[in-house]
């Protein structure tokens, strides 16, 4: 249908004609009914909202706490179920005034312009509520594992889903306006393999991308190490590449699909992480202080709440050493690897200065060289004169 028909049709539209066709009777009983749908749809809507919501408030509330014991969330997100509430309302408004116009008695010609119109006015209103009910939907899924979208790496997503919406909605827009979509699919497709071939290494990179959402082998703050030695805190994921900070606060940009094939070890997700040191102490440290050591170490341990002890035991005799064996485990810190390492780092330091203050030395590698007899020399074996005057002999 074009602009100039339509003009058309509002142009010989006969009014006339129209009350004769539908009595004032007809008109009013067909405009009673279509009040009294939409008073039962604002109704049914808002019934069913606040039984969600006292539903909703109550599992929240019951719901206690977290596993961090921090409270729970509430599981939807109000603004969003608003939206999508909202939506609703407008397409069942919609489908109300569609049914009431085709109760009408009008020419054939007008009641296809009225079918055309509010098709393309249904569908855009249907797009719109899938644009609001497919978020909600991924909210609610991300609130039962303690996230939300806002928070969520998945929101990336959204501008795809998005797209795939609209190019949907819009496809079957234009079948319902008798343009053939399958040329114009064709074409797409067309032109979507030679983009493709153009761009394989951003494609490459991008479906990596989609693959860390779904899969999720780490998220941001994790400390991550690849398979050539990088490593650092994932502090960005994007479609194109990850961001890693290290130790050293250099930024290391890699590129989605690097991240995505090897071995790669996530060091973010560990709740407790176990340190393994060797303490070497002199031979000559009291056999009383060795005796006590282990309580020692489980002191200096216990002074740190973020630390628990596991075990300290004389380990063997080294070749300069008495080598003990301390083993203490560290709890998840906010701040990931370089928080353990600033812990370890502490202890170390708290075994020194304790060490120090029991007269407790540690040892290191020397080497000690016992002479003896120092003060006497040996004599030289005596010479005979017959064989003093041999040499003289033969010096001659």
């Not at 393309?120 to 939300?148: G, H, M, Q, S």
């Not at 709740?271 to 000559?284: C, D």
């Not at 080294?318 to 080598?323: E, P, Y």
């Not at 202890?347 to 016992?370: P, Q």
Request: with cysteine; charged share 20%.
């Amino acid at each position: 249908m074009t602009i100039e028909t339509l003009k058309a049709y509002l142009e010989y539209f006969d009014l006339k004609q129209f009350f004769e066709n539908n009595s004032p009777i007809r008109l009013l009983l067909i405009l009673g009914i279509m009040c009294a749908m939409f008073i039962a749809a604002h109704f049914l809507c808002r019934f069913f909202e606040k039984r969600l919501e006292r539903y909703i408030g109550e599992k929240t509330q019951t719901g206690g706490k977290t596993a961090g014991g921090s409270p729970a969330l509430p599981a939807i997100d109000f603004v969003m179920f608003e939206r999508v509430m909202k939506d609703t309302r407008r397409i069942l408004n919609l489908l109300i005034v569609y049914w009431g116009l085709s109760r009408l008695e009008i020419n054939a010609a007008y009641a296809e312009a009225i079918r055309v119109i509010f098709t393309a006015v249904c569908i855009w209103a249907t797009i719109e509520f899938f644009l609001a009910f497919v978020p909600f939907n991924i909210d609610i899924y991300l609130r039962r594992r303690e996230k939300t979208l806002q928070t969520s790496q998945s929101r990336s997503l959204m501008p795809i889903i998005k797209g795939v919406i609209w190019a949907v909605g819009l496809t079957f827009l234009l079948d319902n306006l008798g343009f053939h979509v399958s040329t114009i699919i064709a074409g797409l497709g067309i032109v979507g393999v030679a983009v493709g071939l153009a761009g394989q290494a951003i494609l490459a990179d991008f479906f990596s991308y989609i693959v860390i959402l779904l899969d999720k082998p780490f998220k941001i703050g994790d400390y991550v190490e690849l398979t050539d030695g990088r490593a650092g805190d994932v502090e960005y994921m994007g479609p194109k590449t990850t961001h890693l900070r290290n130790l050293n606060d250099d930024l290391i940009i890699c590129a989605n699909s690097e991240m995505t094939k090897g071995v790669l070890v996530n060091q973010g997700s560990i709740h407790e992480r176990i340190v393994i040191t060797q303490i070497g102490v002199e031979y000559s440290t009291p056999i009383e202080k060795l005796k006590n050591m282990s309580d020692l170490l489980r002191e200096i341990i216990g002074a740190f709440p973020q630390c628990s002890f596991d075990r300290a035991c004389m380990l063997n005799f080294g070749a300069s050493a008495l080598q003990f064996q301390l083993i203490y485990l560290v709890s998840e810190q906010r701040g990931g690897i370089k928080a353990f390492m600033n812990t370890r780092s502490q202890v170390n330091i708290a075994i020194l200065e304790r060490f120090n203050k029991e007269g407790i030395s540690m040892a290191y590698n020397t080497e000690h060289v016992l002479l003896t007899n120092l003060n006497s020399q040996p004599s030289p074996p005596p010479v005979s004169t017959d064989s003093k005057g041999i040499a003289e002999k033969k010096e001659a």
